[in-house]
């Protein structure tokens, strides 16, 4: 029975997920990163304003928003893709250690850019809760945004659904009965065994790339940044378009997002934008 589960492509990546959500540095702090992007272009009043509610309900354009979006985007492939590039150096030797670091370091930035997309047109904190734990709405909801960025329909409409009812009851929170046991919640169990599919195709493509030496690592570096950009422009794309992010229009009493204490991060050795994010 055990040995089922883990052959299941839904616990695969559902195991997977929970992972890379627990890896240092890959949770972004909502204040601090809407602070940060949008620092050079809007007042502190209205930075203030979509930290306390959202950037929608604070007016601010969605010129402005996909000018920051792009930053974020343009920061986190060069990471993930440098990253990838010095995980496949070793070769073939050393396949069977490179292989998983390198799916976590992937899966840690693809969850990264979703959290900063996500904040950036108006939904609320993924991650308010104390501790490791990944409660099972914030689950349903990263599922479906990696569903988006890998192309699946139902994810793209399984968004919308969300984003619906979110505006709808003008929630401070991820809506968790609609994610959990709800109309939402088969769709999110569909995406999930997709996606668990589809990762052991990506899986089995990036140990080829790495097989030969120093090849293997531009090979790599390469199939990195071909694959990020893509997925997080159609996040950005699906979630820029919908209606909660309009100016004025959405969730307009998302809740106030504390401060939190640093997390430890290998994100740091570039003072660029985004860095204080991963603080």
Same mark, same amino acid.
């Given at each position: 029975?055990?040995?089922?589960?883990?052959?299941?492509?839904?616990?695969?990546?559902?195991?997977?997920?929970?992972?890379?959500?627990?890896?240092?540095?890959?949770?972004?702090?909502?204040?601090?990163?809407?602070? /940060? +992007?949008?620092?050079?272009?809007?007042?502190?009043?209205?930075?203030?304003?979509?930290? *306390?509610?959202? %950037?929608?309900?604070?007016?601010?354009?969605?010129?402005?928003?996909?000018?920051?979006?792009?930053?974020? !985007?343009?920061? *986190?492939?060069?990471?993930?893709?440098?990253?990838?590039?010095?995980?496949?150096?070793?070769?073939?030797?050393?396949?069977?250690?490179?292989? %998983?670091?390198? &799916?976590?370091?992937? =899966?840690?930035?693809?969850?990264? !850019?979703?959290?900063?997309?996500?904040?950036?047109?108006?939904?609320?904190?993924? =991650?308010?809760?104390?501790?490791?734990?990944?409660?099972?709405? #914030?689950?349903?909801?990263?599922?479906?945004?990696?569903?988006?960025?890998?192309? #699946?329909?139902?994810?793209? +409409?399984?968004?919308?659904?969300?984003?619906?009812?979110?505006?709808?009851?003008?929630?401070?929170?991820?809506?968790?009965?609609? &994610?959990?046991?709800?109309?939402?919640?088969?769709?999110?169990? /569909?995406?999930?065994?997709?996606?668990?599919?589809?990762? #052991?195709? /990506? #899986? =089995?493509?990036? +140990?080829?790339?790495?097989? !030969? %030496?120093?090849?293997?690592?531009?090979?790599?570096?390469?199939?990195?940044?071909?694959?990020?950009?893509?997925?997080?422009?159609?996040?950005?794309?699906?979630?820029?378009? &919908?209606?909660?992010?309009?100016?004025?229009?959405?969730?307009?009493?998302?809740?106030?997002?504390?401060?939190?204490?640093?997390?430890?991060?290998?994100?740091?050795?570039? %003072?660029?934008?985004?860095?204080? +994010?991963?603080?």
């Amino acid at each position: 029975m055990a040995g089922k589960e883990i052959e299941d492509p839904e616990s695969r990546f559902s195991a997977v997920l929970v992972a890379a959500a627990k890896l240092p540095g890959v949770r972004i702090n909502r204040e601090a990163y809407l602070r /940060k +992007a949008l620092a050079r272009c809007c007042s502190d009043d209205d930075i203030r304003a979509a930290i *306390e509610k959202t %950037p929608a309900a604070a007016g601010i354009s969605i010129d402005i928003l996909d000018k920051a979006a792009n930053d974020s !985007i343009n920061y *986190e492939a060069a990471k993930v893709s440098a990253l990838s590039a010095a995980a496949g150096l070793p070769g073939l030797v050393f396949l069977p250690a490179t292989v %998983p670091t390198d &799916l976590a370091q992937y =899966f840690g930035h693809m969850l990264r !850019i979703a959290q900063k997309l996500a904040y950036l047109y108006s939904w609320p904190d993924l =991650f308010s809760g104390d501790g490791d734990d990944v409660d099972d709405a #914030t689950k349903g909801v990263l599922t479906l945004f990696f569903g988006v960025m890998f192309g #699946t329909q139902s994810a793209n +409409a399984a968004v919308g659904k969300v984003a619906e009812a979110m505006s709808k009851q003008v929630a401070k929170k991820l809506p968790q009965k609609a &994610l959990t046991q709800g109309v939402v919640y088969p769709m999110v169990k /569909k995406v999930a065994k997709q996606l668990g599919v589809e990762m #052991t195709k /990506k #899986t =089995f493509a990036r +140990a080829v790339s790495k097989a !030969i %030496p120093v090849v293997g690592a531009v090979l790599s570096g390469g199939l990195t940044l071909a694959t990020f950009l893509p997925m997080a422009k159609r996040l950005k794309k699906h979630l820029a378009g &919908l209606e909660m992010t309009k100016p004025t229009i959405g969730v307009t009493d998302a809740e106030v997002v504390e401060a939190q204490e640093p997390v430890a991060t290998d994100y740091t050795e570039q %003072p660029d934008a985004d860095e204080s +994010a991963s603080q």
